[in-house]
């Protein structure tokens, strides 16, 4: 049984994400947490080889969570340890003119892993059940539809050899103003608190952007509230912005509730990942991320040349000599060495060599 097992939701279960404590860290120190995950990226890597080599399977990672809540960093820290030519990350930012006027999953059509590859999605397909539902912008009984659509989107990719590891960040609103905070105290990250106003000249939140700079604490709060408070509270008129989006805190959680309700089924539940703490955050992502790797029993395909014919057919001769010298000495110190660190244990190694000898033999 893995630790996370109580974050996952079982499909069927009526979600309240308010019995879920965002300080959570299932018993773990943060110093025992921190060696799990380098030992988690690091068997990611080889399974991404594999992943890669097998051309057989793909893992889609998604993220979805408010504001400030880490999907940047989880993205970041567990897509950037493997190989770069296999893992992608894409962000689903505002819709484009293009992709309104398109069917609400096209822009992640556009997106989804080739087989042999990882993608991580910041953001996902369930922004037109939640943003849609909490702004009013499409009536309840579409996105009631939605909500089907995408579970037989799921369910296709699946049988095309997809994995879903799905991620739910939960922070709590004190967490979320901590962070804010934070960023508009620091030069480099001020930018991330996205300008917004709402319709009909409400309020322009550029307005109050030097006032926002270097404030900390009471202080930002104060000036936040002062800004929330002349603005005008009619759900459907916000345009964006980070600070703004604040005042939908209790709308967005009660979409999230429904939209994990509806959207966790079997071999691709949602998980609650208590996100208050980065670094149990990176701990369960890189857990499920590992774990749902090794289910997938990958192996490595077979040489696709057999290299000793290959030297005694066109470098037997003298001339060659030296060359196939230099390729066995090579070929051998890297069997020794893959002796040496234990590779010939591993499941996906035995799975191919199992298959070999069954191809030899059959």
């Given at each position: 049984?893995?630790?996370?097992?109580?974050?996952?939701?079982?499909?069927?279960?009526?979600?309240?994400?308010?019995?879920?404590?965002?300080?959570?860290?299932?018993?773990?120190?943060?110093?025992?947490?921190?060696?799990?995950?380098?030992?988690?990226?690091?068997?990611?890597?080889?399974?991404?080889?594999?992943?890669?080599?097998e051309?057989?399977?793909?893992?889609c990672?998604?993220?979805?969570?408010?504001?400030?809540?880490?999907?940047?960093?989880?993205?970041?820290?567990?897509?950037?340890?493997?190989?770069?030519?296999?893992?992608?990350?894409?962000?689903?930012?505002q819709?484009?003119?293009?992709?309104?006027?398109?069917?609400?999953?096209?822009?992640?059509?556009?997106?989804?892993?080739?087989?042999?590859?990882?993608?991580?999605?910041?953001?996902?397909?369930?922004?037109?059940?939640?943003?849609?539902?909490?702004?009013?912008?499409?009536?309840?009984?579409?996105?009631?539809?939605?909500?089907?659509?995408?579970?037989?989107?799921?369910?296709?990719?699946?049988?095309?050899?997809?994995?879903?590891?799905?991620?739910?960040?939960l922070?709590?609103?004190?967490?979320?103003?901590?962070?804010?905070?934070?960023?508009?105290?620091?030069?480099?990250?001020?930018?991330?608190?996205?300008?917004?106003?709402?319709?009909?000249?409400?309020?322009?939140?550029?307005?109050?952007?030097?006032?926002?700079?270097?404030?900390?604490?009471?202080k930002?709060?104060?000036?936040?509230?002062?800004l929330?408070?002349?603005?005008?509270?009619?759900?459907?008129?916000?345009?964006?912005?980070?600070?703004?989006?604040?005042?939908?805190?209790?709308a967005?959680?009660?979409?999230?509730?429904?939209?994990?309700?509806?959207?966790?089924?079997?071999?691709?539940?949602?998980i609650?990942?208590?996100?208050?703490?980065?670094?149990?955050?990176?701990?369960?992502?890189?857990?499920?991320?590992?774990?749902?790797?090794?289910?997938?029993?990958?192996?490595?395909?077979?040489?696709?040349?057999?290299?000793?014919?290959?030297?005694?057919?066109?470098?037997?001769?003298?001339?060659?000599?030296?060359?196939?010298d230099?390729?066995?000495?090579?070929?051998?110190?890297?069997?020794?060495?893959?002796?040496?660190?234990?590779?010939?244990?591993?499941?996906?190694?035995?799975?191919?060599?199992?298959?070999?000898a069954?191809?030899?033999?059959?």
């Amino acid at each position: 049984m893995a630790f996370y097992d109580k974050f996952v939701i079982k499909p069927g279960t009526k979600v309240d994400l308010d019995t879920f404590d965002p300080d959570d860290t299932a018993g773990w120190t943060k110093e025992k947490a921190l060696a799990r995950i380098s030992e988690n990226h690091e068997r990611m890597k080889e399974l991404q080889e594999v992943m890669y080599a097998e051309h057989k399977h793909s893992l889609c990672a998604m993220f979805q969570a408010v504001d400030a809540a880490g999907k940047d960093g989880a993205v970041n820290n567990n897509g950037s340890v493997m190989n770069i030519e296999g893992v992608s990350a894409v962000s689903l930012k505002q819709p484009s003119k293009r992709e309104l006027d398109q069917d609400f999953l096209w822009r992640v059509e556009q997106v989804m892993p080739q087989k042999g590859n990882i993608l991580f999605l910041n953001r996902t397909q369930e922004e037109d059940v939640l943003v849609t539902r909490v702004k009013h912008l499409v009536s309840k009984k579409i996105i009631n539809k939605r909500y089907g659509l995408i579970n037989d989107f799921e369910n296709r990719h699946m049988i095309n050899g997809t994995t879903f590891a799905k991620f739910y960040l939960l922070i709590s609103q004190e967490e979320q103003w901590k962070r804010f905070g934070a960023r508009a105290g620091d030069p480099d990250k001020l930018w991330k608190l996205a300008d917004g106003k709402l319709k009909e000249g409400s309020v322009d939140l550029a307005k109050y952007a030097e006032k926002l700079k270097g404030l900390k604490g009471k202080k930002l709060v104060k000036t936040v509230k002062k800004l929330l408070k002349k603005a005008k509270k009619n759900e459907g008129e916000y345009e964006g912005g980070d600070l703004l989006e604040t005042n939908f805190w209790k709308a967005h959680r009660k979409a999230a509730n429904i939209a994990l309700t509806r959207n966790s089924k079997e071999g691709r539940e949602w998980i609650v990942v208590p996100s208050n703490n980065k670094w149990f955050r990176d701990l369960v992502v890189s857990e499920v991320l590992k774990d749902k790797m090794e289910a997938m029993e990958m192996k490595f395909p077979p040489a696709p040349v057999n290299t000793d014919r290959i030297l005694e057919r066109h470098f037997s001769g003298k001339k060659w000599k030296h060359l196939r010298d230099i390729f066995n000495e090579a070929r051998e110190k890297a069997a020794n060495d893959a002796l040496k660190r234990g590779k010939h244990k591993k499941p996906e190694h035995q799975r191919a060599q199992a298959a070999q000898a069954q191809l030899k033999h059959g």
